[in-house]
């Protein structure tokens, strides 16, 4: 089998086509139609007010810290199994992250543990719906409205996710997107910020184009930063917004696929990521977990793997035992244990049922001795 990859872009609407336009009008950097459409659209898709698209997905939450005036002495509540960008756009603020444990069937964070981490410093929580799956939006708005504390909602993975019937990252005080190659919809690079508040929207709008006042060009009123989407990418973001259904129901079809190939062939060896009634799983990854029944350690499976052709990746490891932010104080068996034991797999458009089912094989060739 040739080598499949865990991730590859498709391009298979108007992306070119907006791209030619983008060349051929000299509209190339940080102005252009394509940028406002791209936010405007996006922001009517998820269902609120406000869109600011930024050059990546890690910038789109350093400035929502920012904006909010998240700073030292300031606490802010996250999962501490998520991508490093998380913890590192509150760091740059200088404000302390807090790592939850998650919960054990969905993987996403544990309301309850966010609950007991709530001080006087904390100034936000942030839930990540981790892999593409919605965390459970109803506690944790519960939770911000008991204690005031606002939910800034980290949906890189989650684009079109849901829960009880509302698209993440329209439900807290503000929701931030990453369009990163590997994402669902990609512009090679960039993010969106999504947002009801106007006031929150107008200062983060003010800090992604170098503070300079919107209605004085070159005076600047702040100390802001060039974090702005270039017209390009907002043209290949456009291209893959429109055809945002056909990106999802590709993948869907590859987690369904898995989940079916499991079940006839490594029942027992692997479980996957709960889904409840009221939530909603798009399946940027389709991951699972060694059960106690593989005797094999997750990263000998992912070098057998491999050595097939079959690329893979771990679980993020939890932010608490990474250099950048060890914390030896702190124990969080859940987010542990899924990292030590958990797998993302190849989830792209582009695997058909041959090249699924030969992953699958392989799987059960590998764990089930």
Known sequence: ????????????????????????????????????????????????????????GTVTLHLIVKAMGIGPGDEVIMPTLTYVATANAVAECGATPVFVDSLPDTWNVNPAAVEAAITPRTKAIIPVHLYGLSCDMTALMDISRRHGVPIIEDAAEAHGAEWDGRKVGSIGLVGSFSFFGNKIITCGEGGMILTDDKALYEQMALLRSQGMDPTHRYWHIARGYNYRMTNMQAAVGLGQLEKIDWHMGQ?????????????????????????????????????????????????????????????MRPLFYPMHVMPAYEDQALCLPVAEKLSQRGINLPSHALLDEEKLTYIVDCLQEIITK
């Open 251 to 311: 993948r869907k079809r590859v987690a369904e696929t898995y989940h079916r190939l499991f079940r006839e062939k490594l029942e027992g060896y692997v479980e996957i990521q709960a889904v409840t009634q009221q939530e909603s799983h798009v399946y940027w990854m389709s991951s699972l977990l060694l059960t106690d029944r593989v005797k094999k350690d997750r990263d000998q499976v992912m070098a057998e793997m491999e050595a097939k052709n079959v690329e």
């Open 1 to 56: 089998m040739e080598r499949i990859s865990i991730a590859t872009p498709v391009f298979n609407g108007n992306e070119k086509k907006y791209l030619a336009e983008c060349i051929d009008t000299g509209w190339v950097s940080a102005n252009g139609r394509f940028i406002t459409e791209f936010q405007e659209r996006f922001a009517a898709y998820c269902g609120s007010k406000y869109a600011l698209a930024c050059s990546n």
